[in-house]
């Protein structure tokens, strides 16, 4: 009789980069989670104990008529949510930087049928103004029909909307008919630099429909698709399926969702993360030769470097050239990130600016 193979390690555990939050582990109470709902059967499909128990906890953060539809991704919680908010003929208005448009291959249009009209924006925000460049043509057979305003909270580029911009945004859109999608893949990054409750920027402000992010806080995997206004809800567990958006052992995603809300631990995981990045961009400010690009916000900084330093550090170091036209890169950090990381990161950073 053979005895069990050892489990696998084919990296350095100690390895850390600023890639991209996506890159960190699972925290280990999500962890811890996903083990306490191993044991015996649980119905499967979403109509287990953990999922039940999820319901009342993102009542507790979003109020009494949140409904909550776990999903393996963000791009798929996108999709489902976006599809309940549209028809075969609508558009949706977003930034031109939002992932819906730039990083998730077209999938909106794809799977969803669904025209995406774009604006640029200085900083990753939508403005009322900057809607109204697409929000028009409605009974005009020959256009797509601006039934949705998409933002990211926070946005891709860093920066936050405060809690009066985003109902600015839902008032407008609601005035016009139109509803409101929220991009919270780092919700909780959001929440902790703004240093208010979840509910006080979504719920409140109007958004009908929330994509909830907890891979880039601490999960292995599992966002949901969380639904704010009620007439949306019905149609949520069919697309769900036809999206290829439903567990069938849904029980392991509400398991870690459970872990991360139910506490505090989204608040501990982001606020560290936040932490990191604004203790990154400290140490970098003032270097010869480079420059922050962006306001640190949340856990990401943006910074324009020589390309030859980039690519350098890049030999060392994980992250992702932002722009390669002007040398803009970004750094993101993690609920994992440690100050040593991020001391060790910007020596090095100092020492090839200044050697």
Not at 60 to 86: E, I, K, R, Y
Request: net charge negative; with cysteine; charged share 20%.
């Amino acid at each position: 009789m053979t005895s069990p193979a050892e489990p696998l390690e084919l990296h350095d555990p100690s390895s850390r980069g600023f890639a991209s939050d996506n890159y960190a582990g699972i925290h280990p109470e999500a962890l811890a989670a996903l083990a306490a709902a191993n044991g015996g059967h649980q119905v499967s499909y979403g109509d287990d104990v953990y999922t039940a128990r999820l319901q009342e906890v993102f009542r507790s953060h979003f109020g009494p008529d949140a409904q909550a539809f776990p999903v393996f991704n963000g791009t798929g919680a996108n999709v489902v949510g976006l599809s309940a908010m549209t028809g075969r003929w609508s558009a949706v208005v977003a930034a031109e930087t939002a992932h819906i448009n730039v990083d998730e291959c077209g999938a909106p249009e794809k799977v969803a049928g669904i025209k995406l009209l774009t604006v640029p924006t200085p900083d990753g925000r939508l403005t009322p103004e900057l809607v109204d460049r697409q929000a028009w043509g409605w009974g005009d057979e020959h256009r797509a029909q601006p039934h949705v305003v998409s933002l990211t909270q926070s946005t891709e580029l860093g920066t936050l909307y405060e809690p009066g911009q985003i109902r600015a945004l839902a008032d407008h859109a609601h005035e016009r008919g139109m509803l409101v999608h929220m991009d919270g893949s780092r919700i909780a990054n959001a929440a902790a630099a703004l240093d208010v409750p979840m509910q006080k920027f979504t719920t409140d402000a109007g958004v009908d429909v929330l994509s909830f992010g907890g891979t880039k806080n601490g999960l292995m995997l599992g966002e949901a698709v969380v639904v704010l206004n009620p007439e949306l809800a019905p149609s949520i567990k069919y697309l769900r399926k036809s999206a290829m958006q439903l567990a069938s052992k849904m029980r392991f995603v509400s398991a870690q969702l459970l872990a991360l809300l139910e506490g505090d631990l989204w608040l501990r995981n982001a606020r560290h993360a936040n932490a990191m990045a604004a203790r990154l961009a400290a140490a970098v400010q003032g270097l010869p030769r480079l420059e922050i690009t962006r306001p640190v916000q949340a856990n990401a900084v943006f910074a324009i470097l020589p390309k030859d330093v980039t690519e350098r550090l890049q030999k060392r170091f994980r992250f992702y050239t932002w722009d390669f036209s002007t040398g803009e890169v970004r750094w993101m950090t993690a609920f994992d990130t440690t100050e040593e990381d991020v001391d060790a990161f910007a020596a090095a950073i100092a020492a090839d600016l200044t050697g």
